[in-house]
């Protein structure tokens, strides 16, 4: 049973047509858009430009001049954070227009984006106090003849690379630190959920952002992206996505050694231990699961339960899963919208019959949901699985949840850090030293305690292993967009290196 939420027809849906920005300038693409059929609804809700090689490569000298030639790396921490507080406000003015057309362009529910973008708003805001907070170090324990001055410089031209899964949220979480640090970009959205970036540009340059400090090259990866990644103007390379092009990416970028930030899949595991608050947990593993569908990078996709409780545990995770609310993106209500695409629904329904087929059991959901239009799956839970199992180990990014089970704390480690990916993980007991010991052993960019995805702008979040490299978000993410010089400099005479002393 799945609590559904009838889409209704769009009636005054207007299809919206997104130009690109280069050399801040509002261009249009020279072939045809690409087009974007809303999840949810099935209809064309927006046209995005098909940018090609020749636009990203144009933008990125853009990137490259507005960097080489200034004034934006040359500007105070505080003017920089001026710009940032004033695309802050506008962002918060404009919410209700980002979060409609990432709704209808993703198949998210509009409460849970209304959250994205206020999320969004705030680590503008906290970049915005980063710009003015950066700084170097200074050595004057050197002797007397020496004084030493760490700086941190901007890195350069950055190219951002995004995905479909939380368009709004994600460049949030490049872009403004790149900007703060002093930085030039070039951004590439998803070919499928481009909109709220396009937006993005113009928000840019109503708060006051110099002519090709960002520019926003739509269309797809392979034609746009690869550029991004290859060309020997750009510095840096900040991108989030599949592994497998994370890998492509990191490849492409060594040709010029380019620096490289990695925000990749994951496959994060909740561990649950037998004196736990089940209550809290059993709600968390269901917001864990199926928030965003499960198409999120950080689903708690993998219970590792402990074999005392598993049965009771999955018997309660099933009835609150029965009670999510699925369907209709832009109702309220709404908790689990659309899935993205007609044939990630088919990839998803693909591991749901491998898991079967090799021994897992079908506890809950497993059914595509038929509402006439759009694709939806039901909240699913898979029992019985083994560690070796595909879908104990790889991402499937839908509303998927698998059980495992342990005897011994050990063993629990030994299952969580038994596949390629360490991204985040939970741990639920009330024993301080249980909470601890996973905390500490669990190879995984953040560890959740007797809670799951909670987060904050200060907070650093980024993966172990195959997940990725480098972190985003907390102080750490703007010096990741700066390049360290050392000045040593010499104070007095110098001694000539080949004249004999005395
Ligand atoms: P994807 O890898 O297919 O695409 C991501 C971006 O890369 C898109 O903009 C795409 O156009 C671009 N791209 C594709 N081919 C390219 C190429 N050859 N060169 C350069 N760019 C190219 O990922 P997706 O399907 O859009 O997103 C889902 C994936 O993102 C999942 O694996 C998810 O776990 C991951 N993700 C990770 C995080 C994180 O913070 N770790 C957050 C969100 C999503």
Not at 96 to 110: F, T, V
Not at 213 to 219: D, E, K, L, S, W
Not at 360 to 369: D, F, K, M, S
């Amino acid at each position: 049973m799945t609590v559904l939420v009838h889409p209704t027809a769009l009636k005054d849906h207007k299809v919206r047509d997104f130009r690109m920005l280069i050399d801040g300038r509002w261009e249009e693409a020279k072939g045809a858009p690409i087009d974007r059929i809303a999840p949810s609804h099935g209809v064309m809700v927006s046209r995005v430009a098909a940018g090609t090689k020749s636009d990203a490569e144009r933008a990125i000298l853009s990137a490259r001049r507005a960097f080489d030639v200034g004034p934006w790396p040359g500007m105070t921490g505080a003017e920089r954070s001026a710009v940032l507080l004033r695309a802050a406000d506008l962002i918060a003015a404009r919410a209700e227009e980002l979060a409609y057309l990432d709704a209808i362009e993703a198949g998210k529910p509009i409460s849970q984006v209304r959250g994205e973008i206020a999320g969004s708003v705030d680590i503008w805001r906290y970049a915005a106090a980063l710009a003015r907070t950066l700084h170097g170090e200074s050595y004057n324990t050197l002797g007397d003849g020496t004084l030493g001055v760490v700086l941190r410089e901007a890195i350069g031209v950055v190219s951002i690379i995004t995905p479909w899964n939380f368009p709004f949220l994600i460049v949030a979480q490049k872009l403004p630190f790149a900007l703060a640090a002093g930085c030039t970009a070039v951004v590439k959205p998803s070919e499928l959920t481009s909109g709220s970036t396009v937006l993005l540009g113009e928000i840019l340059m109503e708060a006051g952002l110099p002519a090709g400090v960002v520019n926003i090259v739509t269309g797809t990866g392979p034609e746009v992206g690869a550029v991004m990644t290859t060309h020997p103007a750009v510095d840096m390379v900040s991108f989030t996505g599949s592994t497998a092009i994370g890998r492509l990416t990191m490849a492409n970028a060594a040709q010029t050694l380019k620096k490289v930030s990695l925000e990749l899949g994951g496959k994060n595991p909740q561990i649950v231990f037998p004196d736990a608050d089940l209550d809290a947990f059993i709600d968390a593993a269901v917001f864990g699961a199926y928030f965003n569908a499960g198409e999120c990078c950080n689903a708690g996709s993998r219970l590792i339960l402990h074999a005392s409780i598993a049965g009771d545990v999955v018997r309660r995770i099933a009835d609150h899963a029965a009670k999510v609310r699925v369907g209709d993106p832009l109702d309220p209500e709404t908790q689990v919208g659309a899935i993205i695409t007609p044939q990630h629904l088919e990839k998803i329904s693909a591991y749901i019959d491998g898991a079967q087929k090799t021994g897992a059991e079908v506890t809950h959901g497993g059914e595509t949901l038929n509402f006439g239009m759009g694709q939806f799956m039901a909240p699913t839970i898979l029992s019985g699985v083994q560690p070796d199992m595909a879908v104990a180990r790889e991402e499937v990014f839908g509303p998927v949840l698998s059980v495992l089970t342990f005897q011994t704390r050990e063993e629990a480690i030994a299952i969580a850090n038994s596949i390629d990916y360490g991204l985040s993980a939970g741990v639920w007991s009330r024993d301080f030293d249980t909470c601890l010991t996973i905390g500490r052993k669990v190879r995984a960019g953040t560890i959740w305690m007797n809670t799951f995805m909670d987060g904050a702008s200060e907070l650093p979040f980024g993966g172990f292993k195959q997940s990725g490299l480098g972190r985003e978000l907390g102080h750490h993410a703007v010096e990741d967009y700066t390049e360290i010089k050392t000045l040593n400099m010499h104070i007095g005479a110098r001694t000539s290196w080949w004249v004999p002393k005395g």
